[in-house]
């Protein structure tokens, strides 16, 4: 599942391999990661003396990942990424904006477009989750 709105925020090398998509730290955290996509790029990364005939090859992943200390439940683990993609003041605000512009208190056109949008990361992040806590499915 890719969830378009969130860039990749960590980096893995090829030593350390394709990270999980769940993984319990050491310090009884939890990580989830999403949007796990390989990294290409020309070995040695220096592009201006790299003759033209280099190609590119893998040099890692890149994720989305956040971090939980509260059990990996989809309830919890939905309410972290949404609140590390968008605070609660932000939330509210869209929500009011859409009922202000639906009621006609005050029109606003774009709020019910940004509602929607963010109803839509919602639904893409229950999908996700789905697939990060059932890989088998």
């Not at 009884?28 to 020309?42: D, F, P």
């Not at 939905?78 to 859409?98: G, P, Q």
């Not at 512009?101 to 774009?110: A, C, G, L, P, Y």
């Amino acid at each position: 599942m890719k969830i378009l709105p969130i860039a990749p925020n960590a980096h893995y090398d090829m030593t350390h391999g394709q990270p999980k998509t769940l993984e319990k730290d050491n310090d009884g955290s939890y990580i989830v990661r999403l949007n796990i996509a390989t990294e290409m790029g020309i070995p040695g990364g220096d592009i201006a003396n790299q003759s033209a005939d280099a190609e590119e090859v893998q040099t890692g992943w890149s994720c989305y990942e956040v971090r939980t200390f509260a059990a990996p439940t989809k309830a919890n683990l939905k309410k972290v990424i949404i609140r590390s993609i968008v605070d609660e003041t932000a939330e509210f605000d869209l929500v009011n904006s859409y009922n202000k512009h639906m009621m006609k208190i005050k029109v606003d056109e774009t709020a019910v477009q940004k509602y929607k949008d963010f109803l839509t990361l919602t639904e893409e992040i229950d999908t996700a989750l789905v697939e990060v806590l059932n890989p088998n499915l």
